[in-house]
């Protein structure tokens, strides 16, 4: 992802997570950090379709957001940002990687699941509304 992604990036962002979106004067900080963020967009048909971001401070890897547009869910999109994350914490030589997940999105924990994330915490009312945050962890080492 490039500043110049976040034309497309930013009202998907809104779009698809109106309760919570970042402001994107946030986005521009996390793409601007290049010793300790990763970002990337998915596209397809001519157009992002998708994203994803992590921080990587060793020894821990944080997913700091992955999204897919609704009309291209289900076509591996979500699961090619997540194996690209991963694979870019081990380059990194992180020995975990940790995200948080809303409670209500269990095809997102499912997905992260079929990755080896494994729950070790839940947040009590982290996200707007009251809605938890359920933590998951991937052990790479």
């Known amino acids: 992802?490039?500043?110049?992604?976040?034309?497309?990036?930013?009202?998907?962002e809104t779009r698809l997570f109106p309760a919570d979106a970042w402001?994107?004067?946030?986005f521009e900080a996390e793409i601007a950090q290049t010793d300790t963020r990763r970002y990337w967009v998915a596209e397809a048909d001519g157009g992002v379709v998708g994203y994803a971001g992590m921080m990587c401070v060793l020894p821990i890897a944080d997913v700091q957001t992955i999204a897919v547009v609704p009309e291209y869910e289900g076509r591996g999109?979500?699961?090619a940002l997540l194996e690209a994350m991963i694979g870019e914490a081990r380059t990194c030589g992180a020995e975990n990687v940790m995200l948080e997940v809303r409670e209500d999105k269990p095809r997102a924990q499912q997905l992260y699941a079929r990755h080896g994330f494994e729950q070790i915490h839940v947040r009590r009312n982290y996200y707007p509304g009251g809605v938890s945050a359920v933590i998951m962890q991937l052990r790479l080492k």
């Open 1 to 12: 992802m490039t500043a110049a992604d976040l034309a497309v990036v930013y009202p998907l």
């Open 23 to 26: 402001p994107r004067d946030m």
């Open 77 to 79: 999109i979500g699961t």
